[in-house]
């Protein structure tokens, strides 16, 4: 069949969809993620797409992001000041802020994105070995 895997995905069932999803997602991404995590020493420092593009965790990433550098200081915020156009900025960040509802998703619909996140978490449990959960608990992300 020549079908693109979004005219595949259109027309399949949603348990097939999560499926096929979800293996794309284990293999190209997290099979990596978890075998570069399993290497890294402690200079490495992971972050969490949510707390990048949230304005209002922003400011608390910049100094965990220099506590990792410099951890002999005890208190970075007393040590290191953030700088004044980052700080402008974020406050013209947070003012515009919007609560997300699923950009990213395929609906906004509520209902529909509990229903596929339920299956995501079915489907992780019984065929995936808890990866994506494992996952999310070794980086401290969010569910998404």
Not at 19 to 24: A, G, N, Q, S
Not at 38 to 56: G, I, M, N, S
Not at 86 to 110: E, F, I, P, R
Request: a negative charge.
């Amino acid at each position: 069949n020549n079908r693109s895997l979004c005219q595949y995905l259109k027309e399949e069932s949603e348990e097939t969809g999560i499926l096929v999803t979800m293996d794309i997602a284990l293999s190209r991404w997290y099979k990596g993620l978890i075998s570069y995590h399993e290497k890294a020493d402690a200079r490495t420092l992971f972050l969490c797409y949510e707390d990048l593009v949230d304005a209002f965790q922003q400011e608390e990433l910049f100094y965990r992001i220099l506590q990792h550098l410099f951890p002999g200081i005890d208190n970075v915020y007393e040590t290191f000041q953030m700088p004044r156009y980052m700080k402008n900025m974020l406050v013209q960040q947070q003012a515009n802020h919007s609560v997300y509802t699923g950009g990213h998703a395929s609906t906004h619909n509520v209902e529909v994105q509990t229903r596929l996140e339920n299956l995501v978490k079915r489907f992780d449990q019984e065929l995936f070995n808890d990866t994506i959960a494992e996952s999310n608990a070794v980086f401290s992300c969010g569910n998404d």
